[in-house]
């Protein structure tokens, strides 16, 4: 069983940062790519940064130049560094990554139970 824990949301004010972690645990053979995405009320959920396990990035154009995405493959953990947050950042914020729980199993997708993060203005 794998589980994704996410930490580190809250309530900031505009100009603001915050730092999301998420960390891996359970029967986890390998990790490929791991990921952030976000889901604001009453909009889809977006791809906000994602990162291979050899660490090439990519990101939301809303997010480049103020958000970093980083991972520590020896603690199966990626973060999200928030800066110069705004309100239309205001969103729950998931964890996602590719998995393999054996050498024979191929890659499976695992989200986490989400973080609220609310920017005010």
């Known amino acids: 069983q794998v589980q994704l824990v996410e930490s580190g949301g809250g309530l900031v004010q505009a100009g603001g940062s915050l730092r999301l972690s998420c960390a891996a645990s359970?029967?986890?053979?390998?990790?490929?790519?791991m990921g952030w995405y976000r889901q604001a009320p009453g909009k889809q959920r977006e791809l906000v940064a994602a990162?291979?396990?050899?660490?090439?990035?990519i990101y939301a154009d809303s997010v480049k130049g103020r958000f970093t995405i980083s991972r520590d493959n020896a603690k199966n953990t990626v973060y999200l560094q928030m800066n110069s947050l705004k309100p239309e950042d205001t969103a729950v914020y998931y964890c996602n990554a590719q998995i393999r729980g054996s050498s024979w199993l191929t890659p499976r997708d695992y989200w986490g139970q989400g973080t609220q993060v609310t920017v005010s203005s």
């Open positions: 990162i291979t396990s050899g660490g090439s990035t």
């Open positions: 359970g029967s986890i053979f390998s990790i490929n790519d």
